[in-house]
């Protein structure tokens, strides 16, 4: 029996680059770099719900970053959800009413103003509890002024 000897470096992977992240149709995708150099052929994309928690955890990310306390962070954070939620559920309705009238865009129209309106209750209770605990934790000046920035954008 005659054993060959051979390169290990020949049977090393090959190491790759890859791009930065970029946006895709909506989709956050990582794929081979144009570098001169080592690539591959590898090319991630995240799920509409992965893509979308990692954006709404960048969306909050000055929140986070803010020196307010935990509690107020969060409820800063559950009123920018709901206010994108009714916001959507009012381009829901407006796509329903630009539509020719029929008894089922009529029902559905109903709902989604009652959607509507169950909204804008949960964003003023909401805005209620945040007051409430504005108060309770007896905010310095410049917490105030940063909960009212952080309201506002």
């Given amino acids: 029996m005659h054993v060959e000897s051979s390169n290990a470096a020949s049977f090393a992977p090959t190491p790759l680059r890859l791009a930065t992240v970029?946006?895709?149709?909506?989709?956050?995708?990582?794929?081979?770099?144009?570098l001169p150099g080592a690539g591959g052929g590898i090319r991630v994309s995240l799920s509409e719900a992965g893509s979308a928690q990692s954006k709404q955890a960048t969306k909050n990310q000055d929140?986070?970053?803010?020196?307010?306390?935990?509690?107020?962070?969060?409820?800063?954070?559950?009123?920018?959800?709901?206010?994108?939620?009714?916001?959507?559920?009012?381009?829901?309705?407006?796509?329903?009413?630009?539509?020719?009238?029929?008894?089922?865009?009529?029902?559905?129209a109903n709902v989604v103003s009652s959607e509507i309106a169950s909204l804008h209750g949960a964003i003023?209770?909401?805005?209620?509890?945040l007051v409430s605990q504005m108060r309770q934790q007896n905010l310095s000046s410049e917490q105030l002024m940063s909960v009212a920035t952080l309201m506002v954008s």
Avoid: H, Y
């Fill in 124 to 129: 003023s209770s909401a805005n209620a509890s």
């Fill in 22 to 34: 970029k946006a895709d149709a909506g989709k956050d995708l990582v794929g081979p770099s144009s």
């Fill in 63 to 108: 929140i986070d970053d803010s020196n307010l306390p935990d509690s107020i962070k969060n409820t800063l954070k559950m009123i920018r959800q709901l206010r994108a939620q009714l916001a959507a559920k009012q381009a829901q309705l407006n796509a329903l009413l630009a539509k020719p009238p029929t008894r089922d865009s009529q029902r559905e």
